[in-house]
């Protein structure tokens, strides 16, 4: 671990006061030992990576950690905080933080090392000597492994060896356990999570294998071990590979926090549905029908509430079917650009073409646009599907959103057909089947059965009626005009400036983007709404912290820099790290300049085809100069908004404005406590 972390890359008094600002400090040592290409891409990462899932642990620890083209070696920096920063654990603040920084392209060694540095932070003793440390080189020299041994006895009385009794050498086998861990960066927490049940498992006198599926190589149990193993636990957040192979036994399926916080429950747990003889129903590529709770649940939303379950299996749909409509948009919008709208009934540019003319090149963009938009409820269908029960459903899904497509249906048929055809392969994957037809029942069976299920209910039963609710939900759109559009702007503007990114954010989006799959002028005017509403809080930061530098620290103004293109560019979330700082001034502010916005883009008519792309899409926006002067108008008032909020705070806290005068962060800090 030599090469990974020096004394540059320790801050034993790390003066961080939030996990945004810890990620940045420790991030410009790694810059600063030319570690890191690119500071705002990396911690681009850092957060996307956090958003997943807090890295926080019991214990005072925080990990954060991601995979990044802008790190140019595996690198480790530490930190010590004094006061503790929130990563999001059960028991509290964080006082030790690792930054783990690896390349996309790492190689096993390196991962190999950070997953060892992973289970070591396992060890109570390995975390009260980081809390001891006095001197950077020490700590880095005990982080890489290298710790002091002292001069051994020349003359050590040999331990007596431990005397064995017949009763200990006639007992019963251990009971065994084979267990999975996993995580979306496979760095830290797989191997954490591994560590913590092996030590539970010596504690306990249980037996606990573990396979780690993480970025340091995936090697599988052995099948002798997995079949003589007496229960299976699984904590994962992503999907665990070769689900099959632990069909028939009891099953613990959860988050792989759970496997670090609380590793002899669940041994506890599997030890009880064992002798219960609780058997899971575990299919090759399906999931379980494990009910065990799971700090986050499992591989998803397993083990979530139904509403949360329900949002993620939608968002899944979406998320699959957004670079369809961002490639067909684009095209689209380019033929309008080039050829003008009447290009969309041109004849076929397979039988009519001519290389020197513009309208011929526009048809061909608008065509095959066309034929990606053409994908969209299809793969909405299917992955909304796929999100509730994997590969088997993909059949049935696709199936389901391509009838929704013949019945008229459009969108909201492709959601139904998605969630029908999810549920059906899920309640036939519970089905108790023989051996002999386990092997062919995710290729063959289920897709089978479950395509003739989805395709009879979407012709015959719920077809029409969602075809009709679709037709009526199109006339509305299409005839909203004066107060009414004025009035859905507003509401689509606060939803997406509300929690920037998370779920009222993707709820309005996922609308928006919904509109796309068959586009009328009213969908399309929601689109641009959004888009617009979406850009306001990054850009309000980055104004704020510009034109009233003193009332933001050094890292906020830092953040504000990185603000504008963020905000240009529709990242909603480059607008977070303000809003954690100070909640209840900065949420509401960009709450009423989103809402400003999406008002005067419904009022002025602006349309969108493209479902992202921000101010880069603007030569494709219908009423380019009125949709900048709606974004402008909202990032104005949030701006206006926040720093008058801000100011007065610092007023009353400050009457004799000693901070501002200072200019000092220390002051800003104080002023804020």
Not at 44 to 71: F, K, N, Y
Not at 541 to 563: D, H, I, P, Q, S
Request: with cysteine.
């Amino acid at each position: 671990m030599s090469e990974l972390i020096t004394a540059e890359l320790v801050d034993l008094d790390l003066s961080a006061a939030t996990k945004d600002a810890a990620a940045r400090s420790l991030a410009e040592r790694m810059v600063a030992a030319d570690r890191v290409t690119d500071l705002d891409g990396f911690l681009a990462d850092v957060a996307a990576r956090e958003a997943q899932m807090p890295t926080g642990l019991d214990g005072g620890i925080g990990i954060p950690h991601c995979r990044s083209e802008h790190v140019s070696a595996p690198t480790l920096a530490f930190g010590r905080s004094a006061a503790g920063i929130d990563f999001g654990a059960a028991d509290g603040p964080a006082d030790l933080i690792f930054l783990i920084a690896a390349p996309a392209g790492a190689d096993d060694d390196h991962l190999t090392i950070l997953s060892a540095l992973a289970r070591r932070l396992m060890d109570p003793e390995f975390t009260a000597a980081l809390r001891a440390g006095t001197d950077p080189g020490a700590v880095a020299a005990l982080i890489r492994g290298e710790e002091p041994t002292e001069n051994p006895d020349p003359d050590p009385e040999p331990e007596p060896e431990p005397e064995e009794d017949d009763a200990t050498a006639a007992a019963a086998p251990p009971f065994r356990i084979v267990a999975v861990t996993s995580c979306p960066t496979g760095i830290a927490h797989t191997y954490m999570a591994a560590e913590s049940l092996a030590a539970a498992g010596r504690a306990e006198g249980v037996e606990v294998t573990v396979e780690t599926q993480g970025s340091a190589g995936f090697k599988k149990l052995d099948p002798a071990v997995v079949a003589a193993a007496d229960a299976v636990i699984w904590a994962h957040d992503v999907e665990v590979r070769e689900k099959g192979r632990f069909r028939g036994k009891p099953l613990v399926d959860v988050g792989v926090k759970a496997g670090i916080n609380r590793p002899a429950e669940l041994i506890a747990e599997a030890r009880r549905k064992a002798e219960r003889g609780e058997i899971a129903a575990v299919s090759e590529d399906g999931g379980s029908t494990d009910s065990g709770d799971g700090d986050g649940g499992g591989s998803g939303a397993d083990h979530a509430h139904f509403g949360v379950r329900l949002r993620t299996y939608l968002m899944s749909g979406v998320s699959y079917m957004v670079p369809f409509v961002a490639a067909g948009g684009l095209l689209i919008a380019l033929s309008f650009a080039i050829g003008g709208y009447e290009i969309a009934s041109a004849k076929s540019v397979a039988d009519h073409f001519v290389w020197g003319e513009a309208d011929s090149w526009a048809a061909l963009l608008n065509q095959i646009g066309s034929a990606a938009f053409a994908f969209l409820v299809p793969v909405l269908a299917g992955y909304i599907a796929y999100g509730m029960a994997d590969r088997p459903a993909l059949v049935p899904g696709f199936v389901g959103g391509a009838i929704a497509l013949t019945v008229n249906a459009g969108f909201l048929g492709g959601l139904v057909a998605g969630l029908l055809a999810g549920a059906v392969v899920m309640a036939i994957q519970r089905v108790p089947v023989h051996a002999t037809l386990r092997g062919i029942m995710p290729v063959l069976v289920i897709p089978l059965i479950a395509s003739a299920v989805v395709g009879f209910l979407m012709f015959i039963v719920v077809g029409k009626p969602i075809a009709s609710l679709q037709n009526a939900l199109t006339d509305w759109l299409n005839g909203l005009s004066g107060s009414n559009a004025v009035i859905l702007g507003i509401v689509l503007g606060l939803m997406m400036c509300f929690d920037m990114g998370g779920p009222l954010n993707k709820v309005a989006y996922a609308f928006a983007v919904g509109g796309l799959a068959d586009p009328t002028d009213g969908s399309l005017k929601v689109m641009a709404a959004v888009m617009a509403a979406g850009m306001v809080p990054p850009l309000a930061m980055a104004l704020a912290t510009t034109v009233r530098k003193k009332l933001f620290t050094k890292t906020e103004r830092e953040n504000g820099r990185a603000a504008w293109v963020l905000g240009a560019s529709f990242i909603t979330e480059g607008a977070i790290p303000f809003a954690a700082a100070d909640p209840l001034r900065v949420i509401p502010s960009v709450m009423a300049g989103g809402a400003v916005t999406g008002a005067l883009s419904m009022a002025f008519g602006a349309t969108l085809r493209a479902p992202h792309g921000g101010v880069f899409v603007v030569p494709l926006i219908g009423q380019p100069f009125l949709y900048l002067l709606a974004i402008a108008a909202g990032t104005l008032v949030a701006t206006a908004l926040v720093v008058l909020l801000k100011g007065a705070r610092r007023t009353a806290s400050d009457p004799a404005g000693e901070a501002e005068a200072t200019g000092s962060d220390d002051s800003r800090v104080t002023v804020a406590a």
